[in-house]
């Protein structure tokens, strides 16, 4: 009786109507809390919120297709093979499209343990600065890497990601972590 009374229902008329505004409502709170907005424009990283979910320290990884440089963009081309330009100086330019583009670029990250994050130094990704926070001298919760069309990863200056592992991502699998050794082929995914 009790899984009856909280079981998913259709509602009809405005029922209906006020089912639909709070998923609505609480999709875009849960976008605008991954976005994090506060007065400096940094958030802290999630890596440092340990949860009954996970102990384990994770990372954010932003997968892209392609970056370059013009005179005052970066162009980067995302997943869906989308191209977008971050401006060097993009705060500059107003709140609304800093935010715009803090949460397209939120839409193509993953969270993955720590240890299987790609290598990436905070040097490497100055140039998304404005848009994520990139830890401080201990720590570097956010990291950069490109997946090419056969799902492979590679680091942002297409070399190995990873020492010892072969990185991966499609959209059925996820993000995919392969130890690369002889006597074992094991495989963690996420």
Avoid at 16 to 38: M, Y
Wanted: glycine share 6%.
């Amino acid at each position: 009786m009790l899984e009856a009374t909280y079981a998913d229902q259709d509602e009809v008329g405005i029922l209906n109507k006020c089912k639909v505004d709070v998923i609505a409502k609480r999709e875009k709170l849960s976008g605008l809390a991954r976005v994090g907005i506060s007065t400096g424009g940094k958030t802290l990283p999630e890596s440092k919120a340990t949860t009954r979910y996970s102990e384990t320290e994770s990372c954010e990884v932003l997968l892209i297709r392609k970056r370059s440089f013009d005179e005052a963009d970066t162009i980067l081309t995302l997943l869906n093979s989308e191209t977008i330009r971050l401006p060097r100086y993009c705060k500059s330019k107003g709140l609304k499209q800093w935010r715009s583009l803090a949460a397209e670029l939120q839409q193509n990250v993953v969270l993955v343990p720590e240890y299987l994050a790609p290598s990436t130094t905070v040097i490497q990704i100055q140039w998304i600065k404005d848009f994520v926070y990139l830890g401080d001298g201990d720590e570097s919760p956010f990291r950069v890497a490109i997946v090419h069309n056969n799902g492979s990863i590679s680091g942002l200056d297409h070399g190995n990601a990873l020492k010892g592992y072969e990185l991966s991502y499609t959209p059925e699998l996820g993000y995919t972590a392969r130890k690369v050794c002889k006597e074992d082929s094991s495989t963690d995914q996420w």
